[in-house]
């Protein structure tokens, strides 16, 4: 393997391990009915594809690397991991790769959540993304910004829907404060309503 390609193999086989270990932490959520099951099968599925078409991709272009596009793809992937951990830390028992609603479900607004709605959302567009800037995989860029995106988003509205049945005006409130994905720099004010 020549220094690059041991450099890809490295990120992608780590990236793949570091969320599969990250799925730990879903197993140990209460369970609630769970909604949308089709689009957490397909979104994982996809995900998958994203990994195996962004290796595909880089070794059958036997190009080296565009630095500048991989070092934006390993930011945003750093950034991704901190953003999705910090969630998942904030939301603790509630955490899920399910869209899913409890009983005894609370509305989780401290910790990143006082600053945007969906930073577990934030973090997975973000990784997609990186995933195959870090690989130079444009081809596959264009397929996750097509299909994995528009899917994620669906994914999105859905529970926000699920989130408003739930918690009524308290969320619509939220909502009016806490924008969904990126935090204002000037705090948590007046937002539109989903």
């Not at 991709?57 to 999705?84: D, I, K, Y």
């Amino acid at each position: 393997m020549e220094g690059y390609d041991w450099f890809v193999t490295f990120f992608l086989v780590f990236a793949l391990l570091e969320r599969i270990y990250e799925r730990r932490y879903s197993n140990q959520a209460i369970r609630g009915e769970r909604k949308m099951e089709w689009s957490y099968v397909l979104l994982h599925g996809s995900y998958m594809v994203i990994f195996i078409l962004s290796a595909v991709e880089f070794f059958w272009r036997r190009r080296g690397l565009e630095w500048p596009v991989t070092m934006a793809g390993l930011v945003l992937f750093v950034v991704a991991l901190v953003v999705r951990l910090t969630a998942i830390r904030a939301l603790g028992k509630f955490w899920s790769l399910h869209l899913e609603i409890r009983p005894e479900h609370q509305l989780v607004t401290h910790g990143i959540y006082q600053y945007m709605r969906h930073p577990a959302y934030l973090a997975i567009l973000l990784e997609v993304i990186s995933v195959p800037l870090v690989a130079n995989a444009f081809y596959t860029l264009i397929l996750t910004v097509g299909v994995y995106v528009p899917l994620l988003l669906l994914r999105w509205r859905r529970e926000e829907k699920e989130m408003i049945e739930k918690f009524g005006e308290q969320y619509v409130e939220y909502c009016r404060r806490v924008p969904a994905f990126f935090p204002r720099p000037w705090g948590a004010k007046s937002g539109a309503r989903p």
